[in-house]
């Protein structure tokens, strides 16, 4: 009887703790938390809309108002850093086999719009610089860096400098240590810690990266978000549809940044939202 009089008591509890955590989720007001979203991140420019990490995307995420571009950076057989999420070609172009095995004019004679669209068959994989040009003076960049190393970081920082505007940068860095060496290297630009575990949280922040992201498959762990807040940084959450049903939830984490495949969908939701207060 005592076994089963335990048990009842430890589900009540467990059971009044959810309730009480969910209470709190319920109780933040949706609309100040969707006004308080001041990063609106176009993943891989409006990859719902265009082919995925081409020019035409990220045109397209400007014309539609979002205020950063998420790219994915790595590097060509002959060392130029190109545009391009997969390490391998053969599911956003018509070639095959990793990026860095091709040469820069190999990648340029692919096509990287027809896997979406026929009218979209003469986008090319872009150059980083290509891509820092398009969006000079009109929207951040968010540079996802797919590899590591000092060469590589000083590679990108160069083609910023040359071809961007470091303040416009936001750098998605993926240990501290490239958080260190990139801040000394580009130090007005932001960063963003694509952390690899929650564990890395105090370590990123104390590094100074401004904003942390988590997976939203993370936020069963209600203690997360208070530990970025705690730590001194920003957080940022990463969607995909920019759909009310999808935005609510993440909103209730009160995020400073979100990121979209839909980014003209996410800025009508936010706004619909952040206009439902009374």
Known sequence: MLIARNLVCCFVGCLCTFMISAANADDVNIAKAAKKVKQIVAHRGASLERPECTLVSCRRAIDVGATAIEVDVRTSKDGHLVILHDRTLDRTTDGTGPVNKKTLAELKKLDAGSWVSKRYRNERIPTLREVL??????????????????????????????????????????SVEQARRLRKLLPKARQIGLIPDTKSIEAFAKAGVETIRLWPKWLTDSSLVERVRK?????????????????????????????????KRLIRTLRELAASEV
């Open 133 to 174: 040009k398009v969006c000079k003076g009109k929207t951040d960049v968010l540079l996802d860096l797919k590899e590591s190393g000092a060469e590589y970081d000083k590679k990108v920082v160069n083609e910023v400098n040359k071809y961007g505007d470091s303040e416009q940068i936001v750098i998605g860095v993926r």
């Open 231 to 263: 730590a001194g940084a920003k957080l940022h959450l990463n969607g995909s549809t920019g759909k009310r049903d999808e935005v609510i939830p993440l909103l209730k984490h009160a995020p400073d940044s979100l990121s979209s495949d839909d980014p």
